[in-house]
């Protein structure tokens, strides 16, 4: 059974950059059928989609955070990785990793999703 | 970007009741990408219906869902004990991936 499990600091400064990792087990992430992606949630608000990665390291970010995001991919290590520069207050949420199936190089639903972790941007 | 709106914001019903959700789209959603999450408190997210109208693996068929282009709805038949939660509609038709503000399903 394909399980998902976010790990990093709970706690980042103002200005510096947020590190996430996401590690899959339960089965292999390179696989064509799936994208991998990150989701965040800030307390008591709603989802937002933050980017998306293929095992061949191609992704897709959603263009408000473009600028400030990166995901990249280990699948020696089964896992992948986001990397939110200059973070404020306002990116303080519980961040997700999920699995997205592909089709016709469309991105799909999120159909797994990890239990999720909480970081808080404060100083 | 696809804005999704849903409504009502909250809905008030009892167990064995009927509940309809809406997600409005401010532009036709392609090939009818939308999905629906079912999220209780303190948990991930759990997919529900995946192309507007196809039951994810495991999920009751007191679920369903309808609808295309910019009006869909997700339909509980029959509210079990289980099924107070949010409800969250997303599209991924286009880019960015987008979800709806979410509508809270609470005990009358």
């Known amino acids: 059974q394909l399980q998902l499990q976010e790990s990093g600091p709970g706690l980042v400064k103002p200005s510096e950059t947020l590190s996430l990792t996401c590690t899959v087990s339960g089965g292999s992430m390179s696989s064509r059928y799936y994208y991998w992606g990150w989701i965040r949630q800030p307390p008591g608000k709603g989802l937002e989609w933050i980017g998306s990665?293929?095992?061949?390291?191609?992704?897709y970010y959603n263009p408000s955070l473009k600028s400030r995001v990166t995901i990249s991919v280990d699948t020696s290590k089964n896992e992948f990785s986001l990397k939110l520069s200059s973070v404020t207050a306002a990116d303080t949420a519980v961040y997700y990793c999920a699995r997205q199936g592909v089709a016709a190089r469309r991105l799909q639903a999120f159909d797994i999703w990890g239990q999720g972790t909480m970081v808080t941007v404060s100083s | 970007e696809i804005v999704l709106t849903q409504s009502p914001g909250t809905l008030s019903l009892s167990p064995g009741e009927r509940a309809t959700l809406s997600c409005r789209a401010s532009q036709s959603v392609s090939s009818s990408y939308l999905a629906w999450y079912q999220q209780k408190l303190g948990q991930a997210p759990r997919l529900l219906i995946y192309g507007a109208s196809n039951r994810a693996t495991g999920i009751p068929d007191r679920f369903s869902g309808s609808g295309s282009g910019t009006d869909f709805t997700l339909t509980i038949s029959r509210l079990e004990p289980e099924d107070f939660a949010v409800y969250y509609c997303q599209q991924y038709g286009s880019s960015p991936l987008t979800f709806g503000g979410g509508t809270k399903v609470e005990i009358k």
């Open positions: 990665i293929y095992y061949s390291g191609s992704t």
